[in-house]
């Protein structure tokens, strides 16, 4: 609700981000702990195994858990130091109520009160969809499915969707078109016996650490690298092939691509002819793509990008990763389509040591997205306007059909309703939009427009700061669960210690809500495996299927990979082995991908590429790594990354400040002159808010299928700062 | 066997994870006793860590004027003792890899000691079991070579001196010694030169 209740100075003073350095009395005073928890990392959605430590009902440290298979005790920096985040100054204690001067702790019950009270107004006047839900995705799968079954059962709204909108939607949307399932192909131990590794707009070292390892228990074999990137991370630097592509300019690099392994005669015809559809649309659109044609286009010359067609052709075995560098965009979905398409037309999918994956970000960036917090999902993976799907749905929760609301607005959508007050509450938790989202000048016109705004959250984030009521909820470490890491392995997250002061576990709020919403009775949870159980059995049936698991097996058997429909399924580590997919007729789909420019390219008032991302000691919108004073170390602040050809034309040294001015904002920041970057493309990551924000420069520019954000392009001009 | 540190730079991928574990070492109190560096970062985003070789005939215990560090049945070379160590720095300027740090405030140099409390018990040092590329592999030399196609080197000759040392580094066969010299500028990688080749 309008503008922040004080200077932000004051908030920061009081809510923070400090920096945490030490465990709880120093690490002098770190002696042997009480009890150790084996569970995962609260980030990344590579789930490593890790355990903590908990000394007089405080963590206190972390160790290696080297019998976790995925990472067997390989952890980032990240991981490592995230024992931080607990026993913080800045951790939420009590329920926080906006007033004239900033916040004042209220109790619970008042809390609770108003929140029903202001929502249950809001709808009077506006609609059930006049309030609405942003979550996120690095909730447990049990919190991820009672967000939906809130919105849509106790709230009545069918505006709730998450900031999985930022993260995998555009891969999940092409997986689904493709293969009618949505979940990596294979496990990652394929990655390790494969010959040859494609990774395309994957800073795997910094944003997926431990796939390095995987990656390089390859090569050991001899397996060839392949890396497509406009920057040369630190796996591309040693790789046997770069492809330094223009951002914005993947999908004519990947038709290229299918267009020389078409002339080299790699296709696999009998493959195409058993097991896919369309691809003759696909031969032909390709056609038009010679890397002749292309390679100015691309920014890469010709020979290169018949180099990695016959590098694919040649390698019997072949692993093509993405992430969310060729996703990030306006052609998003074409992006990954066209990925798929290279690896359909050379039958490379589906056998050991060959296939495909998109390497999910955020930390449970699969389960998240499968149990029905997106806003046209309901759990299992359904269509919430398949009318089979929501009849299944909702004889389970015990309400009408009818009444299940449909198909609501994306999360960026919403902030758009929002800014036009066609939507006027919100609830949120686990996602930053004022970080996070691209334009934030317009996130934050947004929410200074709404009418009520209640924020679940552990630490006060920029977006909370504008929320009339904070309840505090529940870090990673401080509840049970599971997550579904990138690999698609369902895992067991454990909780080792309680919420400190007041703070609830945020399913315990989210049912006290529902509860008070006069939906008691469909919330009636005690525990998350209660939830997990509920979960599980309506996802019987569903393209994801948990059926068979329970806690107990997932324990046991150090995760299990969906499908698994039954107690005595083994679970499926790899899909469409004998090249069998998940349409009902048994075939992936081809899709003909026809290149597009960015939203917005780059002209003679903005002459410079800027792309985004991250690096290795941040998270996501920072709200949490900003907060480890070890982490915050590695890199305290943003740079602009440009290549020394470019800053000499613009007169600029390493370390100068320089303005960055996109049509959107300006930020300042200091110069990194490296020659590692395209001459034509600068980055600055994205986790910091306010003036060092760089999403106050990026484009509310959407895929316009799966609506994720072109956070890959942008254009600028850069001006050094006399 | 012996057990040993296998580092390969070639693998780094810079994200500091081994100094971060490091730190978290019982008895470090938060300092990291391995570091990393960008070795030219304005040219490329090569990055090392650097830790403690633990050398055959070690040149900071033989320079200590108190006699504070020692070498243990292993050949591991441990850290001063506190009672002993004066802090006069003479070990850091011995040592060829730049590895002893002084505690101004202590009096005291730190160094690796190979995770003495972790290897004691059977674990490996915290570096090499979190690195997360496997930069740093900790193992016997038959594992290493078994599992890796680069070739450990455990002879390192500066100038007229050759220094051999416990700890290795992998390089690409075939090599036997690494003669360290300065340069003004590494070899570029492929990657790096086809990133000059880009089309703008």
């Known amino acids: ?722 | 066997m012996i057990e040993a540190l296998y580092i390969d730079p070639n693998r780094c991928i810079g994200c500091r994870a081994c100094e971060q574990a490091c730190s978290e070492c019982p008895g470090h109190g938060g300092h990291a006793m391995i570091h990393l560096d960008f070795l030219a970062r304005a040219e490329s985003v090569q990055t090392a860590p650097t830790v403690c070789m633990h050398c055959a005939d070690p040149a900071c215990a033989s320079v200590c004027p108190a006699d504070a560090i020692k070498v243990d049945a292993e050949g591991v070379v441990l850290s001063a003792m506190p009672e002993r160590c004066i802090g006069c720095g003479n070990c850091a300027l011995a040592c060829p890899f730049g590895v002893p740090k002084i505690h101004p405030h202590r009096e005291l140099m730190t160094k690796c000691d190979l995770c003495y409390d972790r290897t004691a018990a059977g674990q490996r040092p915290m570096c090499a079991t979190v690195c997360p590329s496997g930069a740093i592999f900790y193992g016997t030399r038959a594992e290493v070579e078994d599992l890796r196609q680069a070739q450990p080197l455990d002879r390192f000759v500066f100038g007229a001196e050759t220094v051999r040392t416990r700890n290795h580094l992998m390089v690409p066969p075939p090599t036997d010694a690494l003669a360290v010299a300065p340069v003004l500028r590494a070899p570029r990688a492929r990657a790096e030169r086809l990133l000059e080749e880009c089309l703008c």
């Open chain 1, 1 to 722: 609700m309008a503008t922040l209740p004080c200077s932000t100075d004051a908030l920061i003073d009081a809510f923070g981000p400090h920096l945490n350095h030490e465990p709880p009395g120093g690490f002098a005073a770190r002696t042997a702990p009480d009890r150790t928890v084996n569970t995962h990392c609260c980030f990344c959605g590579q789930q490593c195994g890790m355990t903590l430590a908990v000394k007089d009902e405080r963590v206190v440290g972390v160790e290696p858990w080297e019998e976790f298979p995925f990472n067997r005790g390989k952890l980032c920096p990240k991981g490592i130091k995230r024992y931080l985040q607990n026993n913080h100054p800045d951790r939420l204690l009590r329920p926080l109520l906006r007033t004239g001067r900033g916040f004042a702790p209220i109790s619970w019950d008042e809390a609770l009160a108003l929140v029903v009270e202001r929502i249950r107004r809001l709808q009077a006047r506006h609609g059930r969809d006049g309030v609405a839900v942003l979550s996120g995705a690095s909730l447990t799968n049990e919190k991820a499915y009672l967000m939906g079954k809130f919105a849509r059962v106790a709230l009545g709204t069918r505006h709730i969707d998450y900031n999985g909108r930022l993260c995998m939607v555009a891969a999940g949307a092409a997986n689904l078109q493709a293969f009618g399932i949505d979940r990596a192909a294979n496990p990652w131990a394929d990655i390790v016996a494969t010959d040859l590794v494609m990774v395309l707009g994957s800073n795997v070292s910094e944003c997926s650490p431990i796939t390095t390892d995987y990656i390089w228990r390859a090569r050991d074999r001899g397996a060839r690298l392949v890396v497509v990137d406009p920057r040369l991370t630190p796996i591309a630097r040693t790789a046997d092939l770069y492809l330094p592509v223009r951002p914005g300019r993947d999908a004519a690099l990947l038709n290229a691509i299918l267009h020389t392994v078409i002339r080299l005669g790699g296709i696999d015809e009998d493959f195409v002819a058993r097991h896919t559809t369309g691809f003759e649309a696909v031969r032909a659109a390709v056609a038009d793509y010679p890397p002749e044609a292309v390679e100015r286009l691309v920014g890469i010359p010709a020979a290169r990008i018949v180099e990695a067609a016959e590098r694919w052709v040649q390698a019997p075995r072949t692993m093509l990763l993405h992430a969310r560098g060729i996703e990030h965009h306006t052609s998003g979905v074409g992006n990954v389509l066209a990925c798929i398409n290279l690896v359909l037309a050379t039958g490379k999918i589906g056998k050991p040591g060959c296939g495909y994956a998109t390497i999910t970000g955020q930390g449970n960036g699969q389960g998240a997205r499968e149990h029905g917090q997106r806003c046209n999902q309901l759990p299992g993976g359904r269509d919430i306007e398949n009318p089979a799907h929501r009849a299944h749905v909702a004889a389970a929760w015990g309400v009408a059909e009818a009444d299940l609301p449909g198909k609501g607005a994306t999360a960026p959508e919403i902030v758009e309703m929002i800014h036009r007050r066609e939507i006027r509450g919100l609830l949120s938790i686990c996602f930053n939009p004022l970080v996070s989202l691209p334009d934030a000048r317009f996130t934050q016109e947004a929410l200074e427009r709404l009418d009520f705004y209640v924020a679940i959250d552990f630490f006060l984030s920029e977006t909370a700061r504008h929320a009339d009521l904070v309840l505090p909820g529940s870090l990673h470490e401080e509840d049970d669960g599971t997550v579904t890491s990138a690999e698609g392995r369902v895992i067991r997250i454990r909780k080792a210690v309680d919420p400190p002061g007041e703070a609830r576990r945020d399913w315990e709020i989210v049912c006290a809500l529902a509860h008070r919403l006069g939906h008691g009775a469909r919330f009636d949870f005690r525990a998350p495996a209660e939830i997990f159980a509920e979960l599980r059995a309506l996802s019987r049936g569903g393209v994801v299927d948990y059926g068979g698991m329970t806690y107990e097996r997932l324990e046991r058997d150090m995760g299990v990979f969906w499908p698994c429909p039954t107690e005595d399924h083994p679970g499926t580590p790899r899909l469409f082995e004998g090249g069998r997919f998940h349409h009902a007729d048994g075939r992936a789909r081809f899709h003909p991908i026809a290149y597009r420019p960015p939203a917005e390219d780059v002209d003679e008032d903005y002459p410079v590429i800027l792309t985004t991302g991250r690096v290795v000691s941040q998270f996501l919108s920072g709200s949490q790594t900003r907060r480890i004073g070890p982490l915050v170390a590695q890199q305290p602040e943003p740079t602009v990354e440009m290549h020394p050809r470019l800053a000499a034309r613009l007169g600029i040294r390493d370390g100068d400040r320089v303005r960055v001015v996109s049509r959107r904002g300006t930020i300042e920041l200091a110069a990194h002159v490296v020659a590692t970057i395209r001459p034509d493309t600068v980055f600055i990551p994205y986790h910091w808010p306010g003036a060092q924000s760089a999403n106050r420069l990026t484009i509310r520019a959407y895929d316009p299928v799966a609506r994720i954000p072109e956070f890959k392009v942008a254009a600028v001009r850069i001006e050094r700062v006399a």
